[in-house]
């Protein structure tokens, strides 16, 4: 069958689609870009603000019209709107969807299909992917050039799954061998208490990956030509802390930095971090494993310690600000990103102005601003006023976005004429794509087929959003066109 997965919210959705779809991949199920042709459609949801829960009934108002004409479509529900408990009210509300699936629990829909009897023989597929997984260990990859509009595909045709569990991923046939980033899930769920976020209730209390597990997702993914990891959790750096005696962030990068080396995995990545768990060690991990990226992303989400009470932050304005100079001294040339609430419970003007000081002050390299959204359940809602209206909240969001895109635009101009290393990740409007190990967004032109190299390229222009450059000794570098892309790619 075909299927089709929209994902909705953070990178780790991004890595439970993936997940969904190397276990459909594996049963021989194959995925379609033109989502009207698929058999199966899966919506992978977000409820932390509600603008991401409207989308999720949105597209399923449309799917649910469409299976009232071909009732033979499947439609899955994934993710953070299912939650962690049995979605009973839910199912009542949804009568028309086939399958509920917790957050990176595809085991649902598996077993739909299989009671669908649209599996094929159990041995055939194991033998299927016994032979690719062969396959992936003895071929090399090598990247082709994806063509426009087509999905791309790789040097070598893979017919069947892998189907083998523990930790090994199938991409997609259209991502084997183009696929140059990819997200690998190391902590599951959230045990943090802040007041305003859902995630806990959703995605169900923090729970580390064993480490087999994590090598066996990287090998596999270097081994089908991904060339970069980020190490995701909700908290990333409590990494091990639910395992007696297990390994922490700082041992796992050890252990990941050893496998990159193996099989070729040029870059390692990981998101997002918590203030109060950025240990001095972990710093010096990310500075002295070259195949770590100098980029940390650790939310501030207020300047007012007061604000940051109410949310529950765990930290002061001051400790924050103590803890972005350590990490600028520690890591040298690092990026740091971070996240920001803007017009939360009883944040008064006073309060909100702290945090666009804190903002100018600090100069980060990135700030994902967010409205205040009130979640169900959340202590937040339940105890305290949405009280600032959403007038002033798009007011403060503009205010900080502005600000934002005046410090980036500053911190990126310093690299006007420099060379940078960029890892090539795709094609875009007749240019290549990359990033920085800083994370930047970097385009330049070449006629030579260069997915998933590292060059070096030369800056001659740049901006908030993104920079552009040409390859040493090239002299096609064009200044006049800049390509538009959105503030959150
Ligand atoms: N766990 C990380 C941390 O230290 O906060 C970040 C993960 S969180 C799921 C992603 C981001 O969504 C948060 O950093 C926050 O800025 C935003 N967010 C969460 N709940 C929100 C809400 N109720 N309203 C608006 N934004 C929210």
Known sequence: MHYHIWTLGCQMNTADSQLLASELEKRGHRAVEDWQQADIWVINTCVVRQSAEDKAYGRLNQLNALKKKDPTKIIGLMGCLVGVRDPLRLRRKLPYV???MPPSEPEAMLAFLDDRGAEADALAVEAAARAMRDAIQDEEFHFIEPQPGTPAVVSRDYAGGMGHAGGDLILPLHERGTLVSAHVPVVYGCSHACTYCIIPFRRGIERSRPVGEIVAHVRSLARQGVKEITLLGQIVDRYGKDIPDG????????????????EGIARIRFLTSHPNWMTDRLLDTVAALPRVMPHIEVPNQAGDDDVLEN????????????????????????AIHTDIIVGFSGETAEQFQRTYDVLAELKLDKAHIAKYSPRPHTVSQRRMDDDVTPEEKERRRKALDDLQQQIVAEINARYLGETVEVLVEERHKGKWRGRTPQNKLVFFESDRNLLGE????????????SMQGRLPGSVEADPVTIIPISAQP
């Not at 700082?250 to 193996?262: C, F, K, R, T």
């Not at 304005?317 to 040339?333: F, W």
């Not at 590292?454 to 959003?465: A, C, D, F, S, Y």
């Open 454 to 465: 590292l060059v070096n390229v030369e800056i001659t222009w740049t901006g908030p959003w």
């Open 247 to 262: 390994p922490d962030l700082a041992d796992l990068l050890h252990i990941v930095h050893e496998i990159a080396e193996e």
């Open 98 to 100: 086939d399958v509920f």
């Open 311 to 334: 949310m529950k932050r765990g930290y002061t304005i001051e400790a924050y600000r103590r803890l972005i100079h350590r990490i600028r001294e520690r890591i040298p040339g690092v």
